[in-house]
């Protein structure tokens, strides 16, 4: 008859190799909390921006939450400093996060929150939906949860447009971070004299009916241009300069939050 101890070391051997394995495989799912920095706004400009969430499956990804799958990188365009993409997707209910260069070392959820919630997305229809990521705000959204829109006029020369008047160029986006459904811009890159402004939508692909809003900009002010959606109202002021300083992530916008 055989000895047992050596039996109970083998299944010792195989209980701890069975959970060594169950425990790598943990980690390599799990997001690299560790990573987290203690200054996201210093974050340097991504190399790619990942939307990651339960919609990458139907779009070609090999499982979702996966954060190294082109199929649903963003392609950023310099015109108007912005990471988008327009996917088609079936009706139904979704979560995602922006994870930039391919983890999830840096990622921002809802309300542009640094390793922030997941953000819901329920499509009420079969088609296609865009995404987008502004890096200065780290604002991450799509077209059904918001608007994508920013202002054209006769100053956007100003701004770093190659023209005035230039639908396509998205360097004035109006933002909503919080959620609050009221979405600002605000300036001091524009001159004192007298002005027009517009709106265009969905990268210039329409502009918001009815004629030119004018404004006047005095000497050493900001601008700040804010829209209600649900009014289709614009409203303009100006202010001190200090409001739209070079030094925060965006101008006008708060410092990315932080998760605690």
Known sequence: ????????????????????????????????????????????????????????????????WNTGCAETMLTYDPQDDLWTATFELTAG????????????????????EYYGPNIPLVVPADGFVTFWYNHKSRWVSDSINSSLVHLVGDFQSELGCAEDWQRDCGLAQLQDPSGSSLYQFITAAIPPGNYEVNLAFDLG????????????????????????????????????PSLATTSAPAAGMPAPAVAQ
Request: glycine share 6%; aromatic share 10%; charged share 20%.
């Open 1 to 64: 008859m055989k000895p047992q101890l050596p039996l109970t070391r083998n299944r010792f051997h195989k209980a701890f190799f069975a959970f060594f394995l169950l425990l790598l495989i943990l980690l390599s799912r799990a997001p690299a909390l560790q990573a987290q920095r203690d200054d996201p706004e210093n974050i340097p400009n991504p190399d790619t921006v990942t939307i990651a969430g339960t919609l990458q499956t139907q779009l070609g990804c090999s499982g979702n």
């Open 205 to 240: 692909v329409k502009l918001r009916e009815g004629d030119p809003i004018p404004f006047t900009v005095g000497e050493a002010e900001a601008v700040i241009f804010n829209y209600d959606p649900a009014a289709d109202s614009v409203e303009i002021t100006t202010g001190d």
């Open 93 to 112: 209910s979704y979560e995602y996060k922006a994870a930039l260069n391919g983890t999830w070392d840096d990622n921002y959820g809802l309300n542009a």
